[in-house]
């Protein structure tokens, strides 16, 4: 799927101007994009780019108004304030500031779990079987028409917060609860059992799949972020299990107006059948995280791939919105990535 390892379009580091690197903010997942966002920076600084870190919106809003930054790399992580709900996106197209990933519908599109599915399921794409749980919903009504084994999960949310595996109806309500402490509606859908793997995109280019191997029952966010022990298998399938996967994974990201980079998360059943679970528009970039273990099988350092993902803030292939053209190249030898 796509070209392996294309060259960088953007040869020189003084192309990208002075950049903000955006993480942290004050959603549930601020810890680990403060984490990304680290790495991130270190990894621009040294391949010469002008990168400053950043905290929050609010800051990176006051800063660019006052002119400090021609772009904005964009890893911050969730909705409220984690930059990955579309709102950032929509402050930033109106101060016509280029930045790196999915614009306005696409993250917001897919920052919403519920109303992915919905467009994947118009499509004929597959995704396990859900419901819609808005506030005050009978959940144990919703629970008998989903079936038994089932997840509960916040709707707008990312890294496994407040998902719970429900194998009964008497888990059912400590599910609920603890969803609910998240902003927003909940959604419950059907537990697939079998193997999770996930798809970094990175442009029009669909990196090796990643079969994630838990030690513990499934990929909470212990196994995500702490644990040593996980095991990743990379790619994840082989032959025309793998091109399938990847055909899908790009399917799923381009239904939902993704653009530039990002990662689809799939479950894989024992029959072999794929089930699309959601799509990342910002995924994590720490030391555990998937998308620089798929690029690094592709031959992507993790430096590269910061320098690619940074080149997405120019243009965005493949979707119906363009920012800014790639500028000429004025320096074939500094820089390149």
Same mark, same amino acid.
């Given at each position: 799927?796509?070209?392996?390892?294309?060259?960088?379009?953007?040869?020189?580091?003084?192309?990208?101007?002075?950049?903000?690197?955006?993480?942290?903010?004050? +959603?549930?997942?601020?810890?680990? #994009? $403060?984490?990304?966002?680290?790495?991130?920076? %270190? /990894? @621009?600084?040294?391949?010469?780019?002008?990168?400053?870190?950043?905290?929050?919106?609010?800051?990176?809003?006051?800063?660019?108004?006052?002119?400090?930054?021609?772009?904005?790399?964009?890893?911050?992580?969730?909705?409220?304030?984690?930059?990955?709900?579309?709102?950032?996106?929509?402050?930033?197209?109106?101060?016509?500031?280029?930045?790196?990933?999915?614009?306005?519908?696409?993250?917001?599109?897919?920052?919403?779990?519920?109303? +992915?599915?919905?467009?994947?399921? #118009? $499509?004929?794409?597959?995704?396990?079987?859900? %419901? /819609? @749980?808005?506030?005050?919903?009978?959940?144990?009504?919703?629970?008998?028409?989903?079936?038994?084994?089932?997840?509960?999960?916040?709707?707008?949310?990312?890294?496994?917060?407040?998902?719970?595996?429900?194998?009964?109806?008497?888990?059912?309500?400590?599910?609920?609860?603890?969803?609910?402490?998240?902003?927003?509606?909940?959604?419950?859908?059907?537990?697939?059992?079998?193997?999770?793997?996930?798809?970094?995109?990175?442009?029009?280019?669909?990196?090796?799949?990643?079969?994630?191997?838990?030690?513990?029952?499934?990929?909470?966010?212990?196994?995500?972020?702490?644990?040593?022990?996980?095991?990743?298998?990379?790619?994840?399938?082989?032959?025309?299990?793998e091109n399938e996967l990847r055909a899908l994974a790009l399917a799923a990201f381009d239904a939902l107006g993704c653009a530039g980079w990002g990662r689809v998360d799939v479950m894989r059943d024992r029959q072999g059948r794929n089930w699309l679970l959601e799509v990342n528009t910002a995924p994590g970039m720490t030391s555990h995280s998937l998308v620089p273990k798929a690029a690094r099988t592709a031959g992507i350092d993790y430096e590269a791939l910061c320098?690619?993902?940074?080149?997405?803030?120019?243009?965005?292939?493949?979707?119906?919105?363009?920012?800014?053209?790639?500028?000429?190249?004025?320096?074939?030898?500094?820089?390149?990535?």
């Open positions: 799927m796509g070209a392996t390892n294309p060259q960088s379009r953007i040869s020189n580091p003084d192309q990208f101007g002075r950049v903000a690197v955006v993480m942290g903010g004050s +959603s549930a997942e601020r810890e680990v #994009s $403060l984490d990304s966002g680290r790495n991130v920076l %270190a /990894a @621009l600084k040294a391949r010469g780019v002008d990168a400053h870190a950043i905290d929050g919106i609010p800051a990176l809003l006051d800063a660019l108004r006052a002119g400090h930054f021609a772009r904005v790399f964009n890893i911050l992580h969730g909705q409220h304030g984690g930059g990955e709900d579309g709102v950032l996106q929509g402050a930033l197209e109106s101060l016509k500031v280029p930045y790196t990933g999915s614009g306005v519908l696409g993250s917001a599109l897919s920052m919403d779990k519920t109303r +992915s599915k919905r467009v994947w399921q #118009s $499509l004929g794409l597959p995704t396990p079987k859900f %419901a /819609a @749980l808005p506030r005050g919903s009978d959940v144990h009504a919703a629970a008998k028409q989903i079936g038994f084994p089932l997840i509960v999960k916040p709707a707008c949310e990312g890294s496994s917060v407040g998902v719970t595996r429900v194998f009964e109806e008497a888990q059912l309500d400590n599910a609920v609860e603890l969803a609910a402490k998240y902003p927003g509606d909940l959604l419950m859908e059907t537990l697939i059992e079998g193997d999770e793997l996930t798809v970094g995109i990175l442009g029009r280019e669909v990196l090796p799949s990643i079969h994630i191997v838990p030690k513990g029952a499934f990929y909470d966010y212990n196994a995500k972020y702490v644990a040593e022990d996980t095991q990743y298998l990379c790619p994840g399938l082989q032959g025309d299990a320098w690619r993902v940074l080149e997405t803030s120019f243009a965005h292939n493949g979707a119906n919105e363009s920012r800014i053209p790639y500028p000429e190249s004025r320096d074939s030898a500094g820089g390149a990535a």
